[in-house]
């Protein structure tokens, strides 16, 4: 079989029953990375003699038994560098694992090396590739999480959301992403950025693997037990859906109808205006707590920090704070008002992205359609959407109320099986 197609579920459940062992599974997974990655460059930490010896000690028990894992590297890990992208910090290395580090390890999970991120995970980028076509960007900052799930490298891999980090990759490669409400998951060993918004996630395979990793990281996780009825989905498309290219909206429309056929039912929620001031406003709050969570870094390393984060220091500093605080009391205004708009709603639907993956790695395009619901802390999945190839692959976001996570994804399942039935007829 060819174990970096199959998802973590499935490869675990293999180790517990004693159909293969965590070091077979290893060198499986070792082959891809040695065939793909010198052109995709997902690792900026990697080592296959201490994966190997890793997988030597894994056992047959855990709900990851076995599963590979790659992690951002903006979590702290003990056998591995912690570097952020960044000059300051060449060959930093922790004393200890973040605490969701150490969760994995502790439910069999096997850690492959870090990936590429972008510069202290906010603008600029590094040098991974996407798979799907390498002239262009695999995503922001958990690009390279993102690039070595598409590539086989793991079967799950870890990332961070501020503003579109874990969706926007996952849109662009072709991924199933689940990003929880804010504070559900530790981001104790995760360099800060701005914590009105910094949340860990994850990408799978499948949905059932990104709920696998739920009940690994968020104690006490409970999917509900949601009948297999018609969801009343609504589809919000916001006030920058100028932002969507003909294409995506052509395959999202197929989504829309495909669910319709498959007897759910779609309608469309159009947003009060006071709505469009939230994209500028996650921005403002992004800015101001992005200055401070990096302000020793400013202070002692100015040289060695990069346009685009000199810049949103350059913002923040052109911000009062009356500004700022202003800017956070209209997102608590506006939370009650969002959801009790989406209270008929299982579920919301939108564009994860208004694009494909842009040419060139400069560039990672917007992240509005994401931050807009990461600015209430509401929890985010992207699920792929099946396309005819070469086309690229576009992400269809479906987003739950907050701390509503369970049904998210008990819904997101619903609505990924909808969508393979349908591509399969």
């Not at 290395?93 to 150490?102: I, N």
């Not at 859906?241 to 829309?256: K, N, P, R, S």
Request: aromatic share 8%; charged share 20%; glycine share 8%.
């Amino acid at each position: 079989m060819n174990r970096p197609a199959l998802d973590a579920t499935t490869l675990s459940e293999a180790v517990v029953n004693g159909d293969t062992t965590a070091a077979a599974i290893a060198e499986s997974f070792l082959e891809c990375i040695q065939a793909r990655e010198p052109e995709i460059q997902a690792f900026v930490s990697f080592d296959d003699r201490q994966v190997r010896a890793d997988a030597a000690q894994i056992t047959g028990r855990g709900l990851l038994a076995g599963v590979p894992v790659g992690i951002k590297d903006i979590f702290d890990t003990a056998a591995y560098p912690t570097q952020f992208f960044s000059p300051i910090y060449a060959d930093h290395q922790p004393s200890r694992d973040a605490h969701v580090v150490t969760l994995l390890r502790q439910a069999g999970a096997l850690i492959m090396g870090k990936t590429h991120t972008t510069e202290f995970a906010y603008m600029h980028t590094g040098p991974t590739r996407n798979p799907h076509d390498l002239a262009r960007t695999p995503g922001s900052s958990s690009a390279g999480s993102a690039a070595g799930m598409a590539a086989g490298f793991f079967a799950v891999a870890l990332g961070t959301q501020t503003a579109g980090s874990l969706l926007k990759p996952a849109s662009y490669c072709g991924l199933f992403a689940y990003k929880p409400s804010l504070g559900l998951v530790s981001l104790e060993g995760v360099k800060p950025l701005a914590p009105s918004f910094d949340t860990v996630g994850w990408y799978g395979r499948s949905v059932r693997d990104l709920h696998l990793v739920a009940r690994v990281l968020i104690p006490g996780f409970v999917v509900p037990d949601v009948e297999r009825r018609p969801l009343r989905l609504g589809f919000c498309r916001t006030s920058r859906w100028d932002q969507v290219d003909a294409d995506v909206a052509c395959a999202l429309e197929q989504a829309t109808d495909q669910l319709r056929s498959a007897g759910h039912y779609v309608s469309e929620l159009e947003l009060p205006d006071e709505f469009a001031a939230v994209f500028d406003d996650h921005q403002l709050i992004n800015d101001c707590e992005g200055a401070r969570s990096l302000a020793k870094e400013f202070q002692r390393h100015r040289a060695q920090l990069s346009p685009s984060t000199l810049a949103m220091f350059e913002r923040a500093a052109a911000t009062t704070w009356e500004q700022e605080s202003a800017a956070k009391a209209r997102l608590a205004t506006l939370a009650p008002r969002l959801n009790e708009l989406c209270q008929p709603f299982d579920a919301m639907l939108g564009a994860s992205c208004g694009m494909v993956a842009p040419m060139g790695l400069e560039s990672t395009g917007p992240s509005d359609f994401i931050k807009f619901w990461g600015a209430f802390g509401w929890p985010q999945v992207n699920v792929p959407l099946v396309r005819a190839h070469p086309m690229l692959p576009v992400g269809l976001q479906i987003i739950g109320k907050f701390r509503d996570d369970g049904r998210l994804l008990r819904t997101a399942a619903y609505v990924a099986a909808a969508l393979q039935g349908a591509a399969q007829h």
